[in-house]
């Protein structure tokens, strides 16, 4: 039940008219406290020992089983890391049903049952076993969630076993091919990868999936977004060949989505990707998980009990004794944290192989640069960015400007006074849409074409931030016949041609260059640097890396100007393509500071008097430690609670325990529990 204090399995009895589609991992209808209520079977057993009657099961909705034993042990795991319900992760875990997919699927599995296909590939006799003794139906599964063969409609034919892969590009890291032949040995080796300048990673990722498929074992690979996912799905289909794979992502719809989940349950593919939502996915014996650029905050679940892709996926190693891929251009602290523990060991370059791919990297805010160009220093296009754009369109090499801040003007000010515009209904930030349009509020949407400024009363108004949109206009008057593209929310771009061009993109949304860019403008630095979050020198640096990642190398003409102070750590980390580093430079200060993952922390919010009741109720440990209260959204406040990472689970337990108390008594006011949220203040 999704209810905190019954959060625990229930005995029921199975009547005979059920008892052949009643197994466990199926979905089912039982009376509740007199209620017609949804359920999982998660074991059948001979004999319970429960002392008085027990009620009967109502219905067995499908008896597919979808909810693999492992992914059960997971979700439980999961609830109990993060403080919440099995039910609320369940719910996660397993897309919903679509019953005519599922019908559909059984329907055609069952008019071909001889010609099965065991997850590595090979072709298993009938009346045989896959190897993980599990008779796998017949039908091979494609990146969009389609099953072909009898299964899906196309011919079936055996598939050619998938051989270990030559080690490629993995050969530009020491450690490289020694990962690539214990994950083809079937052993459980867990990296942390820090990508070169300019790497393919998703062909990196398709052959240590290669690897693993090749030793008889699935994977599990999460990105951030769908389009790292289309890049990924692409290498694996090269890799692996047609039909070894699925997709899953909720971008896909309902009904794709449990067609693909219903392949990989059944054992026809042996490999999983996709977005977070596929950190759950059902894999025949799981030999490896692995995880693109784990800092990306889309790889955190906003739903309860809010779990983190990466805590996941490492979980599920951990239980699973698979082995574990964390890569990305930037490294986390949460990362950095596993290879200093030794839980994990680091896959990277040497430096001389990284100084022949990096492009070369120039702030604008050093002593050297400040001399030549005083402006500089408050210019938001210094004379460094500018003649490095130039040079590079007059190479014909095409030129990608990051601005963090999308739309035209997101910020404006009164021109007289320079305070900051808002809106006279909510107080809101007001915003200008395009050069010839009327203010409106972010928040509430209303337009404010009367504005009058509130201090001096003046009228025009001036940009304070400025945002993708009207950068493209400024660069496009600035180098006039030159095309211009934008690349973010409304439109994102995969490619773009190799040519003279310029590329406007939002952090995220940069495309691939055909032969890499000449340049790239890191702009607007101080809107990543001066934001009031733990993580924004880490974001910062992520986001810079990821663009200049996109650039050729020195040698054959790539610049990234970064507009920026040389001597903050983030340039410095990116100025010597250290992201190592810099994370352990991080880490060591918030081990020093006692915040996460050097600490465990959770915070609680809600109005003040049910955060009051909850931490009342909890049994927290001796040595926890509370922080705040401060205030949160509304009405709202957050309390923070921080103990040593040794008393984790005690800090879950107590307040999963505490609100089940609460939900026990109907306590009216709900509370948001997180652990180790993304954002602490």
Not at 300 to 312: K, L, M, S, T
Not at 366 to 375: E, F, S
């Amino acid at each position: 039940m999704p209810l905190a204090h019954l959060d625990r399995p229930f005995d029921y009895l199975v009547p005979a008219a059920l008892d052949a589609d009643a197994v466990p991992g199926t979905r089912v209808k039982v009376r509740f406290a007199g209620q017609l209520v949804d359920g999982w079977l998660l074991e059948r057993a001979d004999d319970s020992g429960h002392t008085g009657r027990l009620a009967y099961l109502e219905k067995v909705v499908s008896p597919e089983p979808v909810l693999a034993p492992e992914v059960a042990r997971l979700a439980r795991a999961v609830a109990d890391r993060y403080a919440g319900s099995l039910a609320d992760v369940l719910r996660l875990a397993v897309p919903p049903r679509h019953a005519r997919v599922e019908k559909d699927v059984r329907a055609r599995s069952e008019a071909a049952p001889d010609d099965r296909t065991a997850p590595d590939g090979v072709a298993v006799p009938d009346g045989a076993a896959p190897p993980d003794g599990d008779a796998a139906p017949d039908g091979r599964s494609v990146p969009d969630g389609r099953v072909p063969g009898p299964a899906g409609g196309a011919p079936a034919t055996p598939r050619e076993p998938v051989t270990v892969p030559d080690p490629g590009g993995w050969r530009e890291y020491p450690a490289g091919p020694a990962l690539l032949r214990a994950l083809a040995d079937g052993r459980a080796p867990r990296a942390v990868w820090s990508a070169l300048p300019g790497e393919d990673w998703p062909a990196r990722y398709a052959e240590a999936v290669a690897a693993t498929v090749a030793g008889g074992r699935g994977a599990v690979v999460v990105v951030a977004d769908n389009r790292d996912l289309d890049r990924l799905d692409a290498a694996l289909e090269a890799a692996l060949g047609p039909g070894r794979h699925v997709c899953l992502s909720a971008a896909l719809g309902p009904a794709r989505r449990y067609r693909a989940f219903l392949a990989a349950r059944r054992g026809d593919v042996p490999v999983v990707v996709g977005t977070r939502a596929a950190m759950f996915a059902p894999v025949a014996r799981l030999g490896l998980v692995a995880i693109w650029d784990d800092g990306d905050d889309l790889h955190a679940e906003p739903r309860a009990p809010y779990p983190h892709a990466r805590e996941v996926l490492l979980t599920r190693a951990q239980l699973g004794d698979a082995a574990a891929l964390v890569g990305g251009f930037a490294r986390t602290a949460e990362a950095q944290l596993l290879v200093e523990t030794g839980w994990a060991r680091e896959v990277a370059a040497d430096r001389a192989t990284l100084r022949a791919r990096m492009p070369a990297v120039a702030p604008t805010g050093d002593d050297p640069q400040l001399a030549r160009d005083p402006g500089a220093a408050t210019a938001r296009l210094p004379s460094l960015a500018w003649t490095t754009a130039r040079e590079a369109l007059r190479a014909d090499l095409p030129v990608l400007v990051q601005v963090p801040r999308r739309g035209y003007l997101p910020s404006v000010a009164c021109a007289e006074c320079r305070t900051p515009a808002r809106c006279p209904h909510c107080a809101g930030p007001l915003a200008l849409p395009s050069a010839e349009g009327t203010p409106a509020c972010r928040w509430c949407g209303r337009v404010a074409a009367a504005y009058a400024c509130p201090e001096c009363g003046g009228r025009r108004l001036r940009a304070s931030v400025t945002g993708a949109r009207r950068t493209a206009e400024e660069l496009g008057r600035a180098f006039p016949g030159v095309p211009v593209r934008t690349s973010g929310r409304e439109e994102v771009l995969a490619t773009v041609p190799g040519g003279a061009g310029l590329v406007i993109a939002t952090p995220g949304a940069e495309p691939v260059a055909e032969g890499g860019f000449g340049a790239v403008l890191l702009l607007d630095s101080w809107a990543l640097l001066t934001r009031a979050d733990l993580r924004a020198g880490e974001e910062a640096l992520r986001r810079w890396l990821a663009a200049a990642a996109l650039a050729r190398p020195a040698a054959a003409g790539g610049r990234v100007v970064v507009v920026a102070d040389g001597a903050l750590a983030p340039v410095q980390a990116l100025l010597r393509w250290d992201a190592a580093w810099f994370a352990a430079r991080e880490l060591a200060e918030r081990r020093e500071l006692g915040f996460p993952p050097a600490v465990r922390m959770a915070s609680v919010t809600g109005p003040p008097a049910a955060v009051a009741d909850l931490l009342a109720e909890a049994r927290l440990p001796a040595d926890a430690e509370l922080l705040g209260p401060v205030p949160a959204d509304g009405e709202r406040e957050r309390m923070l609670i921080r103990v040593p990472r040794a008393r984790a689970a005690a800090l879950a337990g107590a307040l999963h325990s505490a609100a089940g108390v609460r939900a026990a008594r109907k306590a009216a006011d709900p509370v948001r529990l997180q652990v180790d949220p993304l954002t602490l203040f």
